[in-house]
């Protein structure tokens, strides 16, 4: 089975430009995370769906970052327009959502590095 | 603000020594998760403890969770060139499908 698919695994832009991450999670698992992780440091979350509904969205820089969960599956981060300080690894992860349970793990993905010039 | 410090946050040892790493929070987690991730790849989950004052081992690690579900550690014995990699704990919070990491401990064992 494959695993959490990110793309593209890298992007270089020029500030002021937009750019968008795509995510497709583990089949089944109902709830999604979009992280952001600087170098050496742990992942920061940004938003967190539970199917389609955007349920945790407090730490999303709202004036500059939107998500999309269609149809409770595949996600869409985008940033427009980017600035210098989102340079950063944007890591996709996705969990069955089953509440308190040791089996209810994150499986990330690869990541998608961005480079903001 | 993280909710979870780790410590120490850098660590740099000689192959076959022993180690500790230490995840340190205020708040009470409903289970404990560790994850080990390495360069260009995301986080990989080592293992989950769920009661207060759980032991487990895997291999030469063992995960131990705080009686009071707020603190964790990770003790590495006779190191391997394998095991470097940046060390993350997370925590479940209430509904347990809320995660949150710590800072990271990055660990270089050199041969």
């Known amino acids: 089975e494959a695993g959490v698919v990110q793309s593209p695994r890298y992007k270089i832009i020029e500030k002021k430009q937009p750019v968008a991450f795509w995510c497709n999670p583990i089949?089944?698992?109902?709830?999604l995370y979009w992280y952001r992780q600087n170098l050496g440091q742990g992942p920061e979350l940004l938003i967190r769906?539970?199917?389609?509904?955007?349920?945790?969205d407090s730490q999303l820089p709202k004036d500059r970052f939107s998500a999309e969960r269609l149809k409770g599956v595949d996600s869409t981060l985008k940033i427009q327009p980017a600035e210098l300080g989102d340079s950063a690894v944007y890591l996709c992860?996705?969990?069955?959502?089953?509440?308190?349970?040791?089996?209810?793990?994150?499986?990330f993905g690869a990541g998608s590095r961005l480079t903001v010039l | 603000t993280q909710l979870l410090e780790q410590s120490p946050q850098f660590l740099s040892i000689q192959e076959g020594e022993n180690l500790t790493v230490y995840c340190n929070s205020s708040s009470v987690f409903s289970s404990l998760q560790w994850y080990r991730q390495e360069p260009g790849e995301g986080p990989v989950l080592l293992v989950t403890?769920?009661?207060?004052?759980e032991v487990k081992k895997l291999k030469r690690l063992t995960f131990q969770f705080g009686d009071a579900r707020k603190d964790s550690s990770l003790h590495i014995t006779a190191a391997q060139p394998g095991d470097t990699g940046l060390y993350l704990c997370?925590?479940?919070?209430?509904?347990?499908?809320?995660?949150?990491f710590g800072t990271g401990t990055s660990l270089t064992v050199i041969p």
């Open positions: 997370a925590g479940a919070r209430p509904t347990g499908n809320q995660f949150y």
């Open positions: 992860a996705s969990s069955l959502g089953q509440g308190p349970s040791r089996a209810n793990v994150l499986t």
């Open positions: 403890v769920v009661t207060g004052g």
């Open positions: 769906y539970e199917n389609e509904e955007a349920v945790d």
């Open positions: 089949s089944g698992h109902n709830t």
